[in-house]
Structure formats: structure tokens, C-alpha cells
């Protein structure tokens, strides 16, 4: 099976999301935290699932990882790696209009830094 990466996707953006204020603070906050982990642990990436656990509840398997995280013009931007031939058609398709950001705020690092909010996956919905 071929995986394929899709470059620059658009993943969240500054304005209410659930009621939250999100600014263009937030979101560099976003991007520095996965810079951060990514810098302790260059094999780091953020899961893309399909929707969002139940609950919190059992963990859906990831269909792919986001990399590369971007800040610009209030949006941040993603690259999504190993996506399937199948979810790639899919996601032509729009299959699933929407993504939603699942973040852990103050999240602290293995080695016990705080370092903020951490995007901790992405749920296509």
C-alpha cells in the first residue's frame, strides 16, 4: 500500500470555537508547543482520526499523522503524512467537511516543563 501527503491543509483558525476565544496568540502558542515536542522527540506527529473518541473513551486508530505545523494569517496550517490511497479519495471527495482540534491545555513535557496548549489530534468529522 502507497501512503501519500497532503501539503498545507488549514486545520484551525483564530475566532470562537465552542464557545472559546481563540486569538492569534493562542495558535502560536499552538504551533510552538508541537515545535517544542517535536524538538525533544523528532519522531513526534499528532494523530488524524476519524471523529472524536466517545467520552474520552477508547482511542480511535489514527488513519494518518499531522507534521509540520505553520502559523499564517490566522490560520494554522498542517501536512498530512501517511494517508492512504483510500482516505485520500475520500478526503477529494470532502467526505468530511469539517476537522476539529482536540488541544490539551497546559500540558507539561517528559521532563516536566510546562509548555502550554498541545494540539493532541485532529478528528475529521
Request: aromatic share 8%; no cysteine; glycine share 8%.
Amino acid at each position: 500500500m502507497e501512503f501519500q501527503i497532503i501539503k498545507t491543509v488549514p486545520i484551525f483558525k483564530v475566532g470562537t470555537h465552542n464557545g472559546i476565544k481563540f486569538k492569534e496568540g493562542h495558535l502560536q502558542e499552538m504551533v510552538e508547543s508541537f515545535l517544542s515536542l517535536k524538538q525533544e522527540n523528532p519522531d513526534f506527529k499528532i494523530p488524524i482520526k476519524l471523529g472524536h473518541d466517545k467520552d474520552g473513551k477508547a482511542e480511535k486508530p489514527a488513519i494518518g499523522w499531522m507534521e509540520n505545523l505553520k502559523l499564517h494569517d490566522g490560520f494554522i496550517f498542517a501536512d498530512f503524512t501517511d494517508i492512504s490511497e483510500e482516505m485520500l479519495e475520500m478526503l477529494r471527495k470532502k467526505s468530511f467537511k469539517n476537522r476539529s482540534i482536540e488541544v490539551i491545555r497546559k500540558f507539561v513535557n517528559s521532563k516536566g516543563k510546562m509548555i502550554g496548549s498541545v494540539i493532541k489530534g485532529i478528528a475529521l468529522l
